[in-house]
């Protein structure tokens, strides 16, 4: 027979589990309630203070470390960098402009620029066909004044999409001054004359 407690109702039978340790049976809530500590994962993240029980200070979440000088001076310096190009391009555009207008002076009057290269070299001689040298020399104007406006267009493209732009005047310049000079020359090199006077001042 079972045995029967003193108020006649009979014992229950033992719990085969071991004693919980640590409260590994209860479930998370039970867990949290018992420790007296919420869940700071939440707080952490967002910066919020975490709650704490009485008597213990509120963790507060890591302030975030000062910027040091060297990241300032990181920050500043593209600006100031980006500030310097644009003036010194603008310093190149404006030069240019200059060269080409009086360039394009000197080359809408072929008959005079010429006779100018023939006293540098030291040639006796003329153009057989003045009017010529004047469509080669108006041509090479043009293509100066259309590649400032073409290197101008690209150095404004290039500011604005915040990259370094000094450098576009400087080739600008050099292709467009190269296809302009090679113009000038096509009717010194095609004249007889010319070819001429050379070989007689050669001999």
């Known amino acids: 027979m079972t045995a029967a407690s003193s108020g006649g109702a009979p014992e229950s039978a033992p719990d085969p589990r071991p004693r919980p340790a640590y409260g590994e049976y209860a479930t998370p809530e039970e867990q949290r309630a018992r420790i007296k500590q919420p869940d700071v994962t939440h707080a952490l993240e967002t910066g919020q203070p975490v709650d704490a029980p009485a008597g213990v200070p509120a963790v507060a979440a890591p302030a975030p470390a000062p ?3 060297s990241a300032v001076r990181a920050d500043a310096a593209p600006p100031r960098r ?5 003036i010194v391009t603008a310093a190149l555009l404006g030069y240019g402009l200059i060269s080409v207008i009086s360039s394009f002076v000197a ?3 072929y008959p005079a620029y010429a006779e100018t290269l023939f006293d540098i070299m030291g040639v006796d001689t003329q153009l057989t066909d003045p009017d010529a040298g004047q469509v080669w020399g108006t ?3 043009i293509v100066l004044v259309i590649g400032w406006m073409l290197t101008a267009a690209l150095s404004w493209l290039s500011i604005r999409r915040g990259r370094l732009s000094w450098w576009i005047p400087i080739v600008g310049g050099i292709v467009f001054t ?5 113009l000038m020359v096509v009717p010194i ?3 007889p004359a010319v070819w001429d006077a050379l070989v007689a001042q050669s001999t």
């Open 139 to 141: 041509a090479a104007g």
């Open 67 to 69: 910027a040091t000088d």
């Open 82 to 86: 980006r500030a310097v190009d644009r």
């Open 189 to 191: 090199m095609t004249d």
């Open 107 to 109: 080359m809408a009057d």
């Open 178 to 182: 190269l296809i302009a000079g090679v």
